[in-house]
């Protein structure tokens, strides 16, 4: 039997809100805190200043997570910004909520 492992999609931006970066992990804590410390320093996130967590998204399975990831990349900026509206009206950095629970 295959373990079924949870997975979070997830929307990074910079500090004036204009780059917008989707991404998925099953490790949502070390992976903002990878963009945060630009682990990568070559990756578009690195790059484009991405360390602010402004939407995220767990899902019971990995798969669902990549689905989720997949739809949100191939929408458009309108969509993006209003998913992150519908969660995250003001756009704060949501990391420090997120390592507090």
Request: charge should be positive; glycine fraction near 6%.
């Amino acid at each position: 039997m295959v373990m079924q492992r949870g997975g979070c999609v997830y929307i990074v931006t910079n500090k004036l809100n204009k780059v917008l970066y989707t991404g998925v992990t099953s490790d949502i804590i070390g992976r903002i805190w990878e963009h945060k410390n630009k682990v990568y320093p070559n990756s578009f996130t690195s790059r484009y200043n991405c360390n602010k967590l402004v939407y995220y998204l767990f899902y019971q399975h990995i798969e669902e997570a990549i689905d989720a990831e997949k739809l949100i990349k191939g929408g458009s900026r309108e969509y993006k910004k209003q998913l992150i509206n519908s969660l995250n009206p003001e756009w704060k950095d949501l990391y420090e909520d997120l390592i507090k629970e």
